[in-house]
C-alpha cells in the first residue's frame, strides 16, 4: 500500500525542519487570538495549553484541556500585551505579543459551535429557507441562473451519466488514462451536482428522478480498496471528485429519497469521506508533516462538505459523529495551519497555478462553514492578502512569467483564477481584485475544453453561487508608475511597471525561496522572469505533459531550466529524477515523504534586501543553501537585481567556491538569440527587443544556446514551439563576479 512506507519515515521524522514547530515564539501575532501549533508528541496528547501574563504563569488568562492534537485556535481574543505560552507545563515557556488592530479571528469551541447549524437539508449552499428565497428570484427571472441552466443542465442531461472508470492496465498507472478517469469523475460530480440544484431549485420532479438515479448509480461504484478505480488509494483526484459529488447529491436530494436509497447513498460516502479522513489525519499526519498538496486539499474538496452532509445531530450513528469529529479537524486546521505554502503575506510558494487550485476548493469549502455554521474564517490575514499574490505575481495580461507547476503552462492566467480573485474582492472590496476578475474574462471562455479548466471546474454553477453569498464589487484600475511587492512569507519579489497599461506594461519576478524544492516548487533559486509590452522575454521554460514524466523531473524541476546559474554544469537539489522516481516507485517507495522531502526543503535561498528609490529597486538574494547537497564546495552565491525605471536591468552574480570551478548563467526564451563575439547577446520578440552585455572577473569564456530539453526525448515536445537556451560560460576561478547588462526597448 502507498502509505506503508510513509509510516516508517514518519518514525524516524518525528522532529525536523519539515516537522510543525513551536509558534509564535518571540514575535508580535498578526491576528487574534494567535494560532498555536507545537511539534507533535503522540504520547502527551490530548495536550493541555497554557497562556499566561508572566512567566511564571502565575496570572493564567488561557487554560486549553483535553487538545486533541498540535494545534489550537481559542474562542476569544485577547487583550493587547505580552504573554507567555506553555503546553503540558512545558519548562521552556515561549513569549509573544497581542497589539491592537490586528485582525480579530477566534473560533468557536467544539462545544458551540454547531449551535447555529441546523439539521435539515439541504445545507451546502443554501438551506431550505435561502433555497425558498432564491427560487422566488429565479422565477421572477435571474441570467446567472438561466445561464447555468442552459450550460450546466441541458447539456448534462443530453449527454448522460459517465460509466465507472476502467482501473490501469496491469495496474500501472497510465497519465491519459488517470486524467481521462478523473475527468469523468468530475463529469459525474457536475451532473449530480447540476441536476440537484435544478431540480430542487425548479421543482422540477422528472429532473430530480434523473439526477436521483444518477447518485444512486454512483453510490454504486466499487469502494474498496482492493478492486475499485476511484478511491483515494487508487486515484485521489477520482476520489474527491466522487465523494464530493455524493455529499451535494446526498444532501439535495435528501428529502426525495427513502430510508433505504438514503442510506445506500449515507454508506457510499461514509466510506469514502473514511478514507480520505483516515489518510490525512491518522498516516500523513499533516498536523505534524504539513507539506503534503493532496492531502491538505482534501480537507476542502472532500471532507468539509461531506462531513457537512453527513452531520445528524439527532441520530445515535457513530457515522455522524465521526464526520463531526472529521470536520472539526478540517475546520481547526485551517484556522491554525493553513496554509503551510504561505503566511500573512498572502503569498503561495507552489506557484500561482497550485494557488487557483487550492484557493478554488478552500473559498468554496469556507463559504460552506460560513454559510451553515456561521463561522468566517475569510478574515484570516491570509485570506485577506492572498489576492495580492496573484495581482502582483501572476498579472493578467502575461504568461510563461511564473514559477512552479503548471498544467496551463503558456496561457495567460485563466478564468478560475479569475473567479477566486472575485472572490476574494467580495470578502475585502477590494476593487483591484475585481479589476483582475474584468480583464481576465474579458478574453476568457466560461467553458474553456483544456483538461486545466474543463476536469476542474463548472463556471456556470460558480456563478450563480457568487451571486447569492456576495455584493457587486466596483473595480479599481492599479495605480500606473512602478509597484514593487515583496510577499517575505514565500521569498518572491515582484515589480510591476504600468501595471494596467498592457501594452506598457513591464513586469519583473523574483524568487529565492525558503520552501526550496519542495513539492509543487522547483530548483529555481535566485531564478527571475521578465515579461515586457505583451512579450515574454525571458521566461519558464518547457512544457507540462504531466507530473512526474520526463519533461517535468527531467528538466522543469531542474535548475537548468530556469534563468540562474550552474556551477561545473550542477544545479541545485531538485529530487529525483525521472530514473531516480521510477526506480522508487517499482520499490514500492513513497517519493512524496521522508528524506526525499527534508532535502528539497533545505534547499532553500532566502531574500536578503529589497530597497527602492524613485531611480531604482534592489533585490539581494541568497541561494548558497540551495546547491549545498549539490555543490558542498560552494561558499557563497548571492544574486543583486537592479531595476532602473529606464527600463535598464542590471544582475551582479557573486559566487565563491572552495576550489575552482566554472560558472554558467542561464537565460530562457521563445526566440533565438543573437550571439555576438564580445559578449554581447540581442533578442527579438515581436516588436520588443532586449540587448544584453556579460563580463565576469573569470572571463566569458564562450556563449552558447540550444533549442534542445537536455534529459527530454523530442517525442515529448514534438510539434510544439522551439525554446532557446542561453549558456553564458566563465572560465575556471574560485571567485567569479558576473555581471549581466539588459535593456529593453520596442518599436
Known sequence: MEGCCLMSANSKLMKNQFTTKASPVSISVSENPPRFTWPMEESMAPYTLEIGRDAAFSEIACRAEGVPFNFYTHDTPLEPGEYYWRVNSDIAPKVFTVEGGVPVTPIPSRDCRYKNALNTHPRIWMNPAKIEAYRAKVKAGDANFDAFYKNSVLPRIEEGFPKEPPRYPNDIRVVKLWRKNYMDCQVALCYVRSLSVAGVILEDNGIIEKAKSALLELAGWDYSLETGSTTRLYNDECAYRVGYGLAYGYDWLYNHMDASQRETVLNSLYQRTKEVAEYAIIEKKIHNFPYDSHAIRSLSMMMIPCCIALLDFESNDPRHKDAQNWLDYAIEYISALYTPWGG????????????????????????????????????????????????????????????????????????????????????????????????????????????????????????????????????????????????????????????????????????????????????????????????????????????????????????????????????????????????????????????????????????????????????????????????????????????????????????????????????????????????????????????????????????????????????????????????????????????????????
Not at 532557446?724 to 549581466?740: D, K, P, Q
Request: proline residues 4%; aromatic residues 12%; hydrophobic residues 35%.
Open 344 to 747: 500573512a503575506d498572502g503569498g503561495w510558494a507552489e506557484g500561482p497555478l497550485y494557488w487557483t487550485t487550492g484557493m478554488a476548493f478552500v473559498t468554496e469549502a469556507l463559504g460552506l462553514v460560513r454559510n451553515y455554521m456561521d463561522i468566517n474564517l475569510f478574515e484570516r490575514p491570509f485570506f485577506r492578502a492572498t489576492g495580492d499574490y496573484i495581482l502582483h505575481c501572476n498579472p493578467s495580461d502575461t504568461y510563461r512569467a511564473s514559477f512552479g507547476d503548471q498544467s496551463n503552462i503558456g496561457q495567460k492566467p485563466g478564468p478560475k483564477t479569475a473567479f477566486n480573485m472575485r472572490i476574494f474582492a467580495g470578502n475585502t472590496g477590494n476593487g483591484h481584485y475585481q479589476w483582475f476578475f474584468n480583464r481576465v474574462m474579458e478574453r476568457a471562455e466560461m467553458a474553456p475544453e483544456h483538461f486545466s479548466d474543463k476536469g476542474w471546474w463548472d463556471l456556470y454553477y460558480d456563478d450563480i453561487v457568487y451571486s447569492t453569498n456576495y455584493a457587486p464589487v466596483t473595480e479599481i484600475a492599479p495605480p500606473s508608475g512602478t509597484q514593487v511587492k515583496h510577499f517575505r512569507d514565500i521569498g518572491w519579489v515582484a515589480i510591476n511597471k504600468n501595471m494596467a497599461d498592457f501594452d506598457n506594461h513591464i513586469f519583473l519576478l523574483m524568487k529565492s525561496s525558503p520552501f526550496g524544492s519542495l513539492s509543487h516548487s522547483h530548483a529555481d533559486q535566485n531564478t527571475f522572469v521578465l515579461y515586457a509590452f505583451n512579450q515574454p522575454l525571458i521566461f519558464i521554460s518547457g512544457y507540462y505533459e504531466g507530473y512526474s514524466t520526463k519533461m517535468h523531473l527531467n528538466w522543469r524541476k531542474q535548475t537548468k531550466s530556469a534563468n540562474t546559474i550552474l556551477i561545473d554544469g550542477i544545479g541545485q537539489y531538485s529530487g529525483l529524477d525521472y530514473d531516480g522516481a521510477y526506480k522508487a516507485r517499482a520499490e514500492n517507495q513513497d517519493i512524496t515523504a521522508g528524506e526525499e522531502k527534508i532535502n528539497q526543503l533545505a534547499a532553500k535561498g532566502k531574500i536578503v534586501e529589497v530597497t527602492t528609490t524613485p531611480e531604482h529597486t534592489l533585490i539581494v538574494a541568497d541561494a548558497t543553501q540551495a546547491y549545498a547537497l549539490t555543490v558542498p564546495y560552494l561558499k557563497k552565491y548571492i544574486r543583486e537585481i537592479y531595476w532602473r525605471e529606464d527600463n535598464t536591468i542590471v544582475i551582479k552574480d557573486y559566487v565563491d567556491l572552495a576550489q575552482k570551478g566554472r560558472v554558467t548563467s542561464l537565460l530562457h526564451t521563445i526566440a533565438p538569440f543573437e550571439i555576438a563575439d564580445n559578449g554581447n547577446f540581442a533578442l527579438k520578440v515581436g516588436s520588443v527587443a532586449l540587448t544584453g552585455t556579460v563580463t565576469s572577473t573569470s572571463g566569458v569564456e564562450s556563449i552558447t544556446q540550444t533549442d534542445k530539453f537536455i534529459g527530454v526525448p523530442e517525442e515529448e515536445y514534438e510539434g510544439l514551439d522551439c525554446h532557446h537556451h542561453l549558456s553564458v560560460n566563465t572560465g575556471l576561478a574560485e571567485s567569479h563576479e558576473i555581471t549581466t547588462y539588459l535593456r529593453i526597448s520596442k518599436e
